[in-house]
Nanobody, 115 residues
Framework: QVQLVESGGGLVQAGGSLRLSCAAS????????MGWHRQIPGKQRELVAT???????NIADSVKGRFTISTDNAKNTIYLQMNVLKREDTAVYYC?????????WGQGTQVTVSS
C-alpha cells in the first residue's frame, strides 16, 4: 500500500509564500505522474500542478507564474512552492500519485491565506 504524507501547510498572509511537501513510501519513478489538487469548501476539487515521471510539468492557469512543482528523487518527495499567495488560494491541498491501475491520495493539508 502506498502512503503519501503531506506537510507544510499553515496560515500565511496574502503575498507570502509556503512550500508543501509530499513524501511517498516508494520511489516516485514508480508512478506515471504526481501532483497536487486543492479543494475549497463547496467547490469541486481542482487540479493545481502535475509532474510526470519524465519531468513534464503542468500548472493550472489560476496559479501559473506563482506556483511551481518539483521533485527530490532521492527523498521520494515532491514539492509545491507557492509564492504571492492570495486569499483565493485558501483550500485543502491534496497530494496524489497516479500508478498504472490506481490513484493514491494524501490526507490533505490546510492552507489558509489571510488578508
Amino acid at each position: 500500500q502506498v502512503q503519501l504524507v503531506e506537510s507544510g501547510g499553515g496560515l500565511v498572509q496574502a503575498g507570502g509564500s509556503l512550500r508543501l511537501s509530499c513524501a511517498a513510501s516508494r520511489s516516485i519513478f514508480s508512478f506515471n505522474a504526481m501532483g497536487w489538487h486543492r479543494q475549497i469548501p463547496g467547490k469541486q476539487r481542482e487540479l493545481v500542478a502535475t509532474i510526470t515521471s519524465g519531468g513534464t510539468t503542468n500548472i493550472a492557469d489560476s496559479v501559473k507564474g506563482r506556483f511551481t512543482i518539483s521533485t527530490d528523487n532521492a527523498k521520494n518527495t515532491i514539492y509545491l512552492q507557492m509564492n504571492v499567495l492570495k486569499r483565493e488560494d485558501t483550500a485543502v491541498y491534496y497530494c496524489y500519485a497516479a500508478a498504472q491501475w490506481r490513484v493514491y491520495w494524501g490526507q490533505g493539508t490546510q492552507v489558509t491565506v489571510s488578508s
